[in-house]
């Protein structure tokens, strides 16, 4: 298929604003795509391609492949100077008109596919001319979309749940059935390659399977302990812990530990694969929370538990210095027997039964969720989980079953929300969709001493874009300029300390990127303070406290 076709289809999505239409614009695409390889006149794997391109997506985690830019509005131009981009630069003429068009899917991955391997000495200019050599042969169309991949940025209001339900309406099958099969096993691409060759009865092949990661069920928020098991009804209420979400599988004496984004950290954690390996189980597949605790059982900061994950150290002396418990609080599978689709209370019974309740997450159940009694004694519950360190507690509806890969209402978490009154201290321009705004803001706490710099200045505790609405970027991006402390035209725009914004985040953890030493968790923007000057911006002796388990 040719890259041209589904440029000009992601373009036609980009102009409507119809869901709807969108939906149909790519489900006939894919059907195009389709016909072309059922005749033979594309390879089989461009259906997966194409799902790919029109998910905004390379089939390659990293090509390698740099792109230099003169500045944020360059992605609708044929590139800035000294970019790969730049026909100028290269010293060679445009593409002549009967060249344009002809570059097909298979050859834009083939050559993302050559970046990607491309090491050693002199890669980097290897790897520039075999892209040059790709973009001479590109239209203005087709290289701002190939452009718009390599930056993960691609502008056609379609992300892949609306992709998802094209890829259900091509193949003529449920959303629900593709839902599954890609939370199930594999991504969106090779279920749309598999649906539209083989058909329906395709989808059955891709099912629970101990071994392949699984697609994790995500919670939902609520501001209450009350107001969650409202949204619940009968529920267990947990520990929610702030660890590394863990997938576990084990058949026989292999063991994989996957991370929440389904990264194999098996090597990294040895006391896991231990304890694992101990369960008289033949096979299973377990979620939970890997975290490290201080003797009295409080947790460490969380930086210390995320290092095992990401850490390259010899994972003995990685153990021996931040030991890992490991907490279950659900079974997918167990001894052959899929537990995916029964309701919660079934699954902690048959975990209760299988792994020993001092591995397992705390957990009270409220059976009846209009007893005051039992809603005192959940609260009371929540309210230790937090005085021990914990983040808050997750409600879990009885009835609910293993929702693979969706932020439904089956969970629902609450935890405390702290907010920050600060400062911006500069501004970044957005890219991807965020393009022709002021996007990224640094934030900063007033430091009256000047223990960090001048008396009664600023220090950044970090950046955000997070929460951040279109009408709040239009305003940000009228008003913040005139705040301006330099040049207004570069990617970061320095801005004298005046704007007070609040900052929702989850909590403060050491850094060393910042002058103090402190950086806020998760932060996210609530609103801009226009009625608080600088001055009564919060100060960094309130972070540092907040700082303290």
């Known amino acids: 298929m040719l890259l041209a076709d589904l440029v000009q289809t992601s373009n036609e999505v980009a102009r409507t604003s119809s869901r709807n239409s969108k939906v149909s614009l790519i489900a006939d695409m894919l059907r195009r795509c389709a016909l072309e390889v059922a005749d033979g ?10 799902t790919r391109y029109l998910s905004g997506s390379l ?60 090491s050693g000495a002199g890669s980097s200019r290897i790897r520039a001319d075999l892209f040059l050599g790709l973009v001479r042969r590109l239209t203005i169309e087709e290289r701002t979309f190939v452009v718009g991949l ?51 009865q395709a989808l059955e092949n891709f099912h629970l399977t101990v071994g392949v990661g699984v697609a994790p069920m995500l919670a939902s928020s609520a501001k209450s302990l009350a107001e969650a098991l409202v949204k619940t009804g009968p529920a267990g209420v947990e520990w929610k812990l702030d660890g590394i979400r863990a997938q576990i599988h084990k058949q026989g004496k292999e063991i994989r530990v996957l991370t929440r984004s389904l990264d ?29 605790l201080h003797p009295d059982g409080r947790p460490r900061p969380f930086q210390e538990t995320g290092s095992r994950a990401a850490s390259r150290i010899d994972p003995i002396v990685a153990r021996a210095r931040t030991p890992l418990t490991a907490y279950l609080f659900d079974v997918l599978h167990l001894d052959g027997v899929d537990l995916i689709d029964e309701p919660s209370r079934v699954r902690r019974a ?121 009408e709040m970027l239009r305003w940000q991006t009228a008003e913040l300029p005139r705040h301006a402390a330099g040049p207004t035209d570069g990617y970061v725009i320095e801005l004298h300390p005046e704007v007070v914004v609040e900052i929702a985040f989850d909590g403060v953890q050491t850094s060393p990127r910042y002058p103090a030493g402190l950086a806020l968790r998760f932060a996210r923007v609530v609103r801009h303070r226009l009625d608080k000057t600088a001055a009564e911006a919060d100060p960094i002796e309130l972070v540092e406290v907040l700082s303290q388990p």
């Open 264 to 292: 194999d950290i098996t090597d990294r954690v040895p006391e896991v694969v231990e304890l694992m390996s101990l369960l008289p189980l033949a096979s299973a597949i377990f979620d939970g929370e890997l975290i490290a």
């Open 41 to 50: 006149a594309a390879p089989g794997d461009e259906i997966a391609l194409a």
């Open 350 to 470: 048959a975990l209760e039964r299988a792994v020993a309740l001092v591995h397992l997450t705390p957990r009270i159940q409220v059976a009846d969720v209009a007893d005051a009694a039992q809603l005192d004694a959940a609260t009371t519950f929540a309210v230790d989980a937090l005085a021990r360190g914990h983040e808050g507690v997750v409600v879990k509806a009885d009835d609910a079953t293993y929702d693979m890969g969706r932020r439904g209402a089956g969970w629902v978490k609450v935890k405390p929300v702290h907010t920050l009154d600060l400062v911006i201290l500069a501004v970044e321009r957005g890219n991807g969709r965020r393009s022709g705004w002021l996007s990224n803001i640094h934030l900063g706490a007033r430091d009256p001493q000047g223990r960090f710099g001048p008396e009664d200045g600023f220090v950044m505790l970090g950046k955000t874009f997070k929460g951040l609405t279109d």
């Open 150 to 200: 390599l930056r993960g940025g691609l502008r056609q209001g379609a992300l892949e749940s609306v992709v998802m339900t094209a890829v259900a309406e091509a193949g003529g099958v449920s959303l629900g059935e593709v839902r599954r099969a890609v939370a199930a096993q594999g991504n969106l691409a090779g279920v749309a390659q598999a649906l539209l060759v083989d058909g329906p």
């Open 59 to 118: 089939r390659q985690r990293r090509t390698g492949i740099e792109l230099s830019w003169g500045s944020e509005g360059s992605e609708g131009s044929e590139g800035s100077e000294g970019s790969p981009l730049t026909e100028r630069s290269s010293g060679s003429e445009p593409p002549a008109r009967h060249e344009a068009g002809i570059v097909t899917l298979s050859e834009l991955d083939e050559v993302m596919q050559d970046a990607s391997e491309i």
